[in-house]
Nanobody
Framework: QVQLVESGGGLVQPGGSLRLSCAVSGSFFSIDAMGWYRQAPGKQRESVASITGSGSTNYADSVKDRFTISRDNAKNTVYLQMNSLKPEDTAVYYC???????????????WGQGTQVTVSS
């Protein structure tokens, strides 16, 4: 059974920082990508940051130079360091993993339950 559990969300003032963590349980033959998505009230889910199996990263324009995605393979954990937070960053943040549990299976999306990030004074 695969589970993704996010933590680290909360209330922070504009300009502040938070670090989100996503602990992944369950083994994988390979992980193609890991990433973070967010969804604000009344808006579509959007990709925030991703990191591929080879280590390449990608960021939404709105978070470039402020957010950093990283992973610790030994701990099966992916992180999102968020600095210089703005009110428009307020959303539920979801962890995502695209991976194969067996070599003969195709990549499958796995999602965490989400963690709330609120940026407000």
């Amino acid at each position: 059974q695969v589970q993704l559990v996010e933590s680290g969300g909360g209330l922070v003032q504009p300009g502040g920082s938070l670090r989100l963590s996503c602990a992944v349980s369950g083994s994988f033959f390979s992980i193609d990508a890991m990433g973070w998505y967010r969804q604000a009230p009344g808006k579509q889910r959007e990709s925030v940051a991703s990191i591929t199996g080879s280590g390449s990263t990608n960021y939404a324009d709105s978070v470039k130079d402020r957010f950093t995605i990283s992973r610790d393979n030994a701990k099966n954990t992916v992180y999102l360091q968020m600095n210089s937070l703005k009110p428009e960053d307020t959303a539920v943040y979801y962890c995502n993993v695209v991976g194969r549990r067996r070599s003969w299976t195709q990549g499958t999306d796995y999602w965490g339950q989400g963690t709330q990030v609120t940026v407000s004074s």
